[in-house]
Nanobody, 125 residues
Framework: QVQLVESGGGLVQAGDSLRLSCAASGGTFGTYGMGWFRQAPGKERDFVATISWDGSSTRYADSVKGRFTVSRDNAKNTVSLQMNSLKPEDTAVYYC??????????????????WGQGTQVTVSS
């Protein structure tokens, strides 16, 4: 089992940027795909982005494409989510998670096994 800890959330204004990080421990980080999901109050947990085990493949939700970038550093056991041009609708708790899946299947939350505790991102208008 992999332990995940997210950080980097906060309160920002629309148009600002934030960089979220997820630190992993307790497993073989470099063998897992990683994903970011988010959950707003009263809503389901939605897919944001995913990256393959070696960083060669990424996929994004349409709502964040062109604004968010996912990356990973297997030497440091971290995955990051650079969020630019933030909008109020990006407000949510952001979670990182591990997966053994690739492609479109990796956009489904049920395909992820280990989850972090989440970090709050609030974007004011």
């Amino acid at each position: 089992q992999v332990q995940l800890v997210e950080s980097g959330g906060g309160l920002v204004q629309a148009g600002d940027s934030l960089r979220l990080s997820c630190a992993a421990s307790g497993g073989t980080f470099g063998t897992y795909g990683m994903g970011w999901f988010r959950q707003a109050p009263g809503k389901e947990r939605d897919f944001v982005a995913t990256i393959s085990w070696d960083g060669s493949s990424t996929r994004y939700a349409d709502s964040v494409k062109g604004r968010f970038t996912v990356s990973r550093d297997n030497a440091k056991n971290t995955v990051s989510l650079q969020m630019n041009s933030l909008k109020p609708e990006d407000t949510a708790v952001y979670y990182c998670a591990t997966t053994t899946y690739l492609g479109a299947v990796a956009t489904v939350a049920s395909r992820y096994s280990d989850w972090g505790q989440g970090t709050q991102v609030t974007v004011s208008s």
